[in-house]
T-cell receptor
Framework: DAKTTQPTSMDCAEGRAANLPCNHS???????VYWYRQIHSQGPQYIIH???NNETNEMASLIITEDRKSSTLILPHATLRDTAVYYC??????????????FGKGTHLIIQP | DTAVSQTPKYLVTQMGNDKSIKCEQN?????MYWYKQDSKKFLKIMFS???????INETVPNRFSPKSPDKAHLNLHINSLELGDSAVYFC??????????????FGAGSRLTVL
């Protein structure tokens, strides 16, 4: 799997958009970009994933550059409850069984009141 | 209506003991996993089960053994516990489909402390 690079930590003011970058310069054509987050003392939570088109759901938006070497997770109106560690993971789309996901160190996003 | 439930949430035990952590999912998923998160907060996959078949074993010690009585359950048995086994263990499940098998639903975790 392609390796990802994320900033160790970021701050964002409550109510503002939080933009979390991820570099994955060695991504291959069949690898998707997945985002998860882990709020303190909870299990990881799936947020969004995409291949090459931008994606949006009720939680966030995912912007993937045209060359697919980097992406940005956007939380449009951050709240204090969005304080968490955010993981960017690159993985092939498994067809039948699953090989699981490998989590890196992630970005600790702190939402400031 | 918890999707992935683990018990117990907390477990404190002595070195050398044998313990189990149970996991159940009511999502109808085909694959279940166990992850370990150590004190440095790294999440590492330990096992996954698909249709009662082990498809990953990430070089964990053979003191750890997953047991799946049915598709909805994947229990983790640990023999001869060691201090280094202290961690939070997360169960997860997923199902192939349009989203693929990489959309995992995690449980709340079981914190194991070995004294």
């Amino acid at each position: 799997d392609a390796k990802t690079t994320q900033p160790t930590s970021m701050d964002c003011a409550e109510g503002r958009a939080a933009n979390l970058p991820c570099n994955h310069s060695t991504i291959s054509g069949n690898e998707y970009v997945y985002w998860y987050r882990q709020i303190h003392s909870q299990g990881p939570q799936y947020i969004i994933h995409g291949l090459k088109n931008n994606e949006t759901n009720e939680m966030a938006s995912l912007i993937i550059t045209e060359d697919r070497k980097s992406s940005t997770l956007i939380l449009p109106h951050a709240t204090l409850r969005d304080t968490a560690v955010y993981y960017c993971i690159v993985r092939v789309l498994s067809g039948g069984g699953a090989d699981g996901l490998t989590f890196g160190k992630g970005t600790h996003l702190i939402i400031q009141p | 209506d918890t999707a992935v439930s683990q018990t117990p949430k907390y477990l404190v035990t002595q070195m050398g003991n044998d313990k189990s952590i149970k996991c159940e999912q009511n999502l109808g998923h085909d694959t279940m996993y166990w992850y370990k998160q150590d004190s440095k907060k790294f999440l590492k996959i330990m096992f996954s089960y698909n249709n009662k078949e082990l498809i990953i074993n990430e070089t964990v010690p053979n003191r750890f053994s997953p047991k799946s009585p049915d598709k909805a359950h994947l229990n983790l048995h640990i023999n001869s516990l060691e201090l280094g086994d202290s961690a939070v263990y997360f169960c997860a499940s997923s199902s192939p489909g349009n989203s693929g098998a990489n959309v995992l639903t995690f449980g709340a975790g079981s914190r194991l402390t070995v004294l």
